[in-house]
């Protein structure tokens, strides 16, 4: 292969983003062709108004049994997380140590509840906390770890929250569409989702709320989405976000986890001294987080994508750069291991020959590694 033009390209970094629906692209071109305000009394007012309804249904659907009038359409995760955490007005907050970035600088003070080495979060740690202070109280724990793909047991932290009079807010971003959520069993009083996650366009997201708590809105000037927030709705986002939502399918994980776990057997016959974090909890099916010791985790990714092979090491929020991973150090992960650990994040449609092709490039890479490393150790 000349260098510089990539014969076979594998994208394998669907927790990234995914791609866009054919179901979702049609909405959104159908709905730029009515451009309809959803505030105008007018039909085509009234015919825009009628998208927005039924997509509240969608994405309320996505929860299983979550109210409609609930759904809180904003322009994405961060927004939404943003949303649940300032509009809430509770006079303390507490985040989880793993928390993607838009919670952690939502509130950059908000109060630390500690993981274990597996990344769940510790629950006596979490109930001592909210013992020692009586004030109202906030509680936002992700359901899935957008790095390393690791559940937490969302319910019993809802339990531990409702016990001590706390709401309770979850980020379900990345389990959305991959693993079963039912609003009941999480127990969560609000919900943030986006829609590029599930295949949908991307600038649109949701916030849901599962009970009648007071949210104040962080953009005031019209009585959108229910007066909690302002702003013309973005109506093909929110078509496209629709679409992406009614085309979900979870069952079809149950063979994407088997390419994930195939994947992690091939890497641990090749490299017994690779990592795979987070492996002994539950996981979302699709997401590995490997360490190749010894290599830079912006090494490899950058040579796996010469070779047409697409990765990320740990969140894609950062502008393209490669820093130490907050979750990985909350993880108590060596500095040697974390620095050199990669996200391979698979979808609906990832094939076979997609993780033959990473794990050809993958190993040869691996065997660069061990000769350097290896001529190092001579001279």
């Not at 909405?27 to 007012?45: E, L």
């Not at 590029?196 to 599962?210: C, M, Q, V, Y």
């Not at 090494?299 to 502008?319: I, K, N, P």
Request: proline share 5%; net charge negative; charged share 20%.
């Amino acid at each position: 292969m000349r260098r510089g033009r990539v014969e076979e390209e594998s994208y394998l970094d669907w927790n990234a983003t995914a791609p866009l629906r054919l179901e979702a692209a049609s909405a959104v071109a159908d709905a730029m062709g009515r451009w309809g305000n959803p505030s105008s009394v007018h039909r085509r007012g009234r015919a825009a108004r009628q998208t927005i309804e039924r997509a509240h249904e969608a994405i309320a659907a996505l929860l299983g049994n979550a109210d409609p009038n609930g759904v809180v359409f904003v322009s994405g995760g961060t927004e939404a997380n943003h949303l649940a955490l300032l509009g809430t007005g509770r006079e303390r907050v507490l985040v989880s140590a793993v928390e993607h970035d838009s919670v952690r600088s939502a509130l950059p003070a908000a109060e630390i509840i500690p993981v274990g080495p597996d990344g769940i979060v510790i629950l006596d740690a979490l109930d001592q906390l909210l013992a020692v202070d009586l004030r109202p109280a906030l509680v936002s724990v992700m359901y899935a770890n957008n790095e390393t793909g690791v559940l937490q047991p969302v319910a019993d932290i809802a339990a531990i929250a409702r016990r001590h009079g706390a709401l309770f807010h979850c980020d379900a971003v990345q389990a959305a569409g991959k693993v079963a959520l039912n609003a009941e069993a999480i127990g969560a009083n609000l919900v943030s989702l986006s829609a590029h996650k599930i295949g949908g366009p991307p600038g649109t997201g949701a916030l849901i709320l599962t009970d009648d708590t007071e949210l104040a809105p962080l953009l005031r000037g019209g009585g959108q989405e229910r007066r909690r927030r302002a702003g013309t709705e973005n109506l093909p986002g929110i078509a496209g976000f629709a679409a992406a939502a009614a085309a979900a399918e979870v069952s079809i994980y149950d063979r994407v986890r088997a390419l994930r776990d195939g994947l992690e057997a091939e890497i641990a016959a090749i490299a017994p001294e690779a990592v795979v974090i987070g492996a002994a909890a539950p996981r979302l099916p699709n997401t590995s987080a490997i360490a190749m010791p010894g290599v830079a985790a912006e090494t490899q990714v950058m040579a796996l994508d010469l070779d047409g092979v697409m990765v990320s090491a740990g969140a894609a929020c950062s502008s393209g750069k490669v820093g130490p991973s907050h979750v990985l150090a909350a993880m108590r992960v060596d500095p040697g291991i974390a620095s050199s650990t990669i996200r391979v994040s698979l979808g609906w449609s990832t094939s076979e020959a997609e993780i033959d092709h990473f794990l050809r490039v993958w190993t040869a890479l691996y065997r660069r590694g061990r000769g350097v490393a290896k001529g190092a150790l001579a001279a």
